[in-house]
């Protein structure tokens, strides 16, 4: 068996960011210490912290007056925040600032009097957080055919911003589609599918052709890891999306195949490296690493903890 390991792979900055912050949360709080939403959409990290005592709220009202809670990297809508401040909560922000950009354009736009066309997936947490920023002037579209449905005057002024994890692919043919109909249409002169998200799309595109299936870590929940199997599996590859090497079909691999091994943003790197040992046990899997763009982008932690961590850059 040849193994491809793709890189980059794995964390990305926001996610890092997130969790170190949770790790210097529970450091400085200890518990209870309660999280909206799950930090990163990774099944193992999230129970990682569980073991440790956090617990994680899907809403605000689960978070006793008084007590610390910490926003995911996904963000919040500005309701959140209200509701933290009417409890007297001790909130820590960990939204990635990738995701915080696409916050504050959909607030210029709107204060400009621009409908905004959001181009994501309903019910994802980010998606939900930037739709609160302007619900009045916000407009979700998931796809080519509700970008072709859109009944706004021909004349609007119209704006559009994208949800960070989407397939680029995919979100390029939706913008075709809202630039035909829409010529008028505007959008921030830096896109906002995140560098990550663009990058671990573009190893797997680059390195599929070589490789008789792919091996994707990542949770079911993970919009990016999602978008990794998809691409797999349009070019023809089969296509596993686990959070651990357990998970994988037994009778998978017959043992001389070539495997593209990848992970998701939020996937940890000891799963990956877990996987490699098992296909090296398993099947003495010769494992070669394959970097197809370099990445150095991180994060500050949040405010709130910077104080508390001055150490982190
Ligand atoms: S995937 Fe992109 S937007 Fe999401 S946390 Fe990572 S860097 Fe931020």
């Known amino acids: 068996m040849h193994v491809i390991l793709a890189s980059p792979r794995g964390f990305c900055a926001g996610v890092n960011m997130a969790i170190d912050a949770l790790d210097a949360a529970l450091a400085a709080f200890g518990t209870p210490l309660y999280v909206y939403h799950e930090i990163v959409h990774n099944r193992p ?5 569980r073991r440790q005592g956090v617990v994680f709220v899907d809403s605000i009202d689960e978070v006793p007056a008084g007590a610390t809670v910490l926003y995911s990297a996904h963000g919040v809508a500005p309701a959140v925040r209200e509701a933290s401040a009417q409890r007297n909560l001790r909130a820590i922000d960990a939204t990635c600032p990738l995701v915080t950009k696409v916050h504050t ?26 739709m609160g920023e302007a619900p009045r002037h916000i407009v979700l579209v998931q796809n080519e055919q509700e970008a072709e449905a859109l009944d706004l005057p021909a004349d609007v002024k119209l704006a559009y911003l994208t949800q960070t994890t989407l397939s680029v692919d995919d ?20 896109e906002d599918i995140c560098y990550a998200t663009q990058n671990r799309q573009e190893a797997v595109k680059e ?23 998809e691409l797999a599996r349009a070019c023809g590859k089969p296509a596993y999306l686990i959070d651990t090497v357990a998970e994988l079909p037994p009778g998978a691999f017959r043992g001389d195949e ?23 046990d398993r099947y003495g899997a010769a494992v ?26």
């Open 207 to 229: 390195l599929v052709p070589e490789a008789d299936a792919v091996v994707i870590f990542g949770s079911q929940n993970s919009s990016n890891s999602l978008r990794l199997q």
């Open 45 to 49: 990290v999230v129970e990682r912290f």
């Open 258 to 280: 070539t495997l593209l091994v990848t992970a998701g943003a939020s996937a940890p790197e000891e799963v990956v490296e877990e996987c490699v040992g098992y296909l090296r």
């Open 105 to 130: 354009e959909a607030i210029r736009y709107a204060k400009e009097g621009y409908t905004i066309i959001l181009i994501g997936h309903e019910g994802h947490d980010e998606v939900v957080g930037t």
């Open 288 to 313: 070669e690493s394959r970097t197809v763009r370099e990445e150095h982008v991180s994060f500050p932690l949040p405010r709130e903890l910077r104080v508390l961590a001055p150490s982190r850059g």
């Open 171 to 190: 979100a390029e043919r939706i913008i075709r589609v809202l630039r035909r109909r829409f010529p008028q249409i505007v959008s921030p002169s830096k």
